[in-house]
């Protein structure tokens, strides 16, 4: 059973690459990726790793977090699951309330 899990703290620097192969020493990873501004590209200085097998993840927690990668001390743990998030923008009043119209 695989284990996804949170890495944060990753200099801006940190590419796909380099963290996976940082996970690889101990065990194998399924995919690692830094997670990067839509907009600019830029790393957000945090990633997931999702290795093959739960115990090679769970010993990829104690072994990694805290370590150093590319100059700063990373935090590694088990991912959580992810939230459901609402559409964002646009106007939220679907109805005819007019409760935000201005009233004279």
Not at 28 to 42: H, L
Not at 60 to 65: G, T
Not at 66 to 93: C, I, M, Y
Request: charged content about 30%; cysteine-free.
């Amino acid at each position: 059973m695989a284990m996804k899990l949170y890495v944060g703290g990753l200099a801006y620097s940190v590419t796909d690459q380099e963290l996976n192969d940082f996970f690889a020493a101990e065990g194998k990873v399924a995919s690692a990726v830094v997670i990067k501004d839509k907009f600019s590209g830029q790393s957000k200085g945090f990633g997931f790793v999702e290795m093959e097998d739960l115990k090679e993840g769970q010993n990829a927690i104690k072994s990694l977090d805290g370590k150093e990668l590319n100059g700063r001390a990373v935090t590694v743990n088990q991912a959580r699951p992810q939230e459901d998030r609402r559409p964002s923008g646009g106007n939220r009043n679907f109805g005819n309330d007019n409760s935000n119209r201005r009233r004279y």
